[in-house]
């Protein structure tokens, strides 16, 4: 049963520290997506990669968030440093492109203190 | 600027009702997605559409791009149908947008 898989889970963590989170996709999905959601602003887009290259990251904080894909198993969202305004459940999803659904992690539940 | 509004924000029905979910964007879409969000969090996707209509069990998703509307229907609801329902069209690029969601809850 194919699934994309993240962690961790939870994660509290207090401000200024390192907050690294990992996804793994669907084995052959050549698409990678990380999403945010929070109460006040529902899902949002942060970036998004395709072949593990970086097609669009205008949805996150330049200055303290970033994104990358080591190699096509492994997509990492990482901040630096984190923010109380950062706390929020944090989704990857992966699959093969526009004309083609999109399969969920099951999220990181980030609290920042 | 691409909009979406999905109406009704909340819903309440009893088990066994017809159950109609709507969603309405400003532009030409490339495609539609309809998810489910459970209450333990996870997200599902249920349909994704561009034209027609679909159906998946007691699930039916119809887009009409003419009148940029799309509609989720549930026949013979279920208590276990209590999820947050959530509409995400394409705007031409592989970015969903996301709506607000609906909160469907049904009574047994």
């Known amino acids: 049963d194919a699934r994309v898989t993240q962690t961790p889970r939870h994660k509290v963590t207090e401000m200024g520290q390192e907050v690294t989170m990992r996804c793994q996709p669907i084995l052959g999905h050549n698409t990678v997506f990380w999403y945010r959601q929070t109460m006040m602003q529902g899902l949002e887009l942060l970036a998004y990669?395709?072949?593990?290259?970086?097609?669009?990251d205008s949805g996150m904080p330049k200055d303290r968030f970033s994104a990358e894909m080591p190699d096509a198993t492994l997509a990492t969202l990482k901040i630096q440093p984190s923010e109380p305004r950062d706390s929020a459940v944090y989704f990857c999803a992966s699959g093969l492109g526009l004309s083609y659904e999109q399969y969920f992690g099951p999220g990181t539940r980030l609290t920042v203190t | 600027k691409n909009e979406v509004e999905q109406s009704p924000q909340n819903l309440t029905a009893q088990e066994g009702e017809f159950i109609t979910i709507n969603c309405s964007y400003s532009v030409g879409i490339s495609a539609l997605h309809w998810l489910q969000q459970h209450p333990g969090g996870g997200i599902v996707s249920l349909f994704m559409?561009?034209?027609g209509k679909k159906k998946h069990g007691r699930l039916i998703a119809t887009i009409n791009i003419q009148e940029k509307h799309s509609s989720l229907h549930i026949t013979a609801s279920h208590p276990r149908d209590s999820a947050v329902y959530i509409c995400a069209p394409n705007f031409g690029n592989e970015k969903l947008t996301f709506g607000t969601g609906t909160r469907l809850t049904i009574i047994p």
């Open positions: 990669f395709r072949n593990r290259a970086p097609l669009d």
């Open positions: 559409l561009s034209s």
